[in-house]
């Protein structure tokens, strides 16, 4: 009698997106998955044309991602503000990228705010910014985006992370207890792309940026970064003629800032140069004391009252300056200085504030 031949696996045949037939192993769709997305990524050229979905273009991340790109000629962004999609929907984020089926996506979108707001909200900050990272991030691999940028943050660290913080000092220690919801949240989009590039080869990349400032900031004083409100605070204090501006903390946590137009320079040098599964940092690789910052809004606003220092807020983590060794290999640098880009941002928020 003749011996049955064995049946041909058909993982070697089906295309990515295919649910393969039910004689395919989860670790065969995986291997072939990872195989066909690794080739993809070795052919990957940032072209000028290419579809490129910013999502949260309406922020100040998102809205200099998009200027930076319009500047350097990409000329097909796809844009969507949060009125035409939500990206807490996973069916409308699935919509949109089977209509428009985008090449590359920069995911900017997340709930922020500075220590009030990720105090007061940890629920909202958390839930809000898993939802749109899983839902993205997801959608982005099953529709076969070539590559991600995930915009993560300097929070991420240990509240007595080492100085300059590298890139492997996380998870290495607890976490600033005030932003610990908006940071875990960010830590869960870290991992769950490097999950997709582990599992499946997907070329998604995660980048750190440490604080930033610039146009289209929140200027809000209930839920801003401590730049923007104090440069708000200033201003108001400076219309009033007040004599005096209180200033949360004891002014001695230091920070590092950077002018958000330098980081889409840098994100964009990423999205071309960089396809490591790796987080990278990107920072100026200078500190300020909130005191000297403080300081240093009041001068260029032309506010010559007297500081004081409400002690009965909190500090949060007493330094935070990125160690930026990996992205300075690359060949990026800042470009504009700490005066110089809060001249620029107190301009902006002079003609616009009120609108």
């Known amino acids: 009698m003749n011996k049955a031949k064995p049946r041909q696996s058909r993982a070697g045949v089906a295309r990515i997106g295919d649910r393969g037939s039910s004689n395919e192993t989860n670790a065969g769709i995986a291997q072939r998955r990872k195989k066909e997305n690794a080739s993809t990524v070795r052919k990957l050229i940032m072209d000028k044309s290419d579809k490129i979905f910013v999502a949260g273009h309406e922020g100040m991340v998102g809205s200099a991602l998009v200027r930076r790109l319009e500047s350097g000629g990409f000329r097909n962004l796809l844009v969507r503000g949060k ?56 959608t982005a691999y099953e529709k076969r985006v070539r590559k991600l940028l995930f915009l993560g943050s300097s929070c991420i660290y240990p509240k007595l992370a080492p100085q300059p913080i590298p890139e492997t000092a ?107 599964p790796e987080i990278i940092n990107i920072g100026c690789g200078e500190d300020i004391s909130i005191q000297e910052l403080a300081e240093l809004i009041c001068d260029v606003v032309g506010f010559d009252g007297e500081l004081a220092w409400d002690i009965t807020k909190p500090d949060g983590t007493p330094r935070k300056l990125l160690d930026v060794t990996k992205l300075k290999a690359l060949g ?3 470009s504009i200085q700490l005066r110089e880009g809060i001249s620029q941002t107190y301009a902006w928020f002079v003609a616009n504030h009120d609108r």
């Open 83 to 138: 009125s035409k999609l939500d990206l807490r929907d996973k069916s409308a984020v699935d919509e949109f990228f089977a209509q428009e089926e985008p090449a590359v996506v920069i995911l900017a979108a997340a709930k922020v705010g500075g220590i009030k707001a990720n105090n007061d909200y940890p629920v909202e900050f958390l839930l809000e910014n898993l939802q749109v990272q899983n839902n993205v991030i997801q």
């Open 170 to 276: 996380l998870l290495s220690g607890p976490l600033e207890p005030t932003n610990e919801a908006y940071a875990i949240a960010k830590i869960a989009g870290i991992k769950l792309c490097q999950a997709y590039a582990r599992e499946y080869g997907a070329n998604f990349i995660s980048v750190m940026p440490t604080n930033l400032y610039g146009p289209n900031d929140n200027f809000d004083l209930e839920t801003s970064h401590v730049l923007a409100a104090l440069l708000r605070k200033a201003h108001d204090a400076k219309t009033r003629k007040d004599r005096k501006l209180i200033v949360w903390g004891s002014g001695k946590p230091r920070r590092e800032f950077l002018h958000v137009d330098d980081l889409a320079s840098a994100c964009v040098l990423l999205l071309e140069k960089y396809d490591s």
């Open 332 to 334: 990026w640098k800042p």
